[in-house]
């Protein structure tokens, strides 16, 4: 069975840095584009950065220039560095992923972690 599991929120101040770190465990072949999203109560999650297979990445504009999305393939880990934080990026934060392949061929498609709660405040 093939899971999500992110990891690395936490309280920090405005101005600071944390760094998210998303993995998928079990018999994994591939992944495909994997993307950060984030929720806080009573809005709609939101995307915040994606990776391709390939490498490619793409923000949205609230977090351009202050988060990097980066990916080690090797260890089925993507990685969301958040610098010089701000009291609105609050929220839970979800990887996705929208393709999966274990290595018994099964597909597993707009995958989801559970989330990990990052809080920015003074």
């Known amino acids: 069975q093939v899971q999500l599991v992110e990891s690395g929120g936490g309280l920090v101040q405005p101005g600071g840095s944390l760094r998210l770190s998303c993995t998928a465990s079990?018999?994994?072949?591939?992944?495909?584009?994997v993307g950060w999203y984030r929720q806080t109560p009573g809005k709609q999650r939101e995307l915040v950065a994606t990776v391709t297979s390939e490498g490619s990445t793409d923000y949205a504009d609230s977090v351009k220039g202050r988060f990097t999305i980066a990916r080690d393939n090797a260890k089925n880990t993507v990685y969301l560095q958040m610098n010089s934080l701000k009291f609105e990026d609050t929220a839970v934060y979800y990887c996705n992923a929208d393709e999966i392949i274990d290595t018994a061929g099964l597909g597993y498609y707009n995958y989801w972690g559970q989330g990990t709660r990052v809080t920015v405040s003074s």
């Open positions: 079990g018999s994994i072949l591939s992944i495909n584009t």
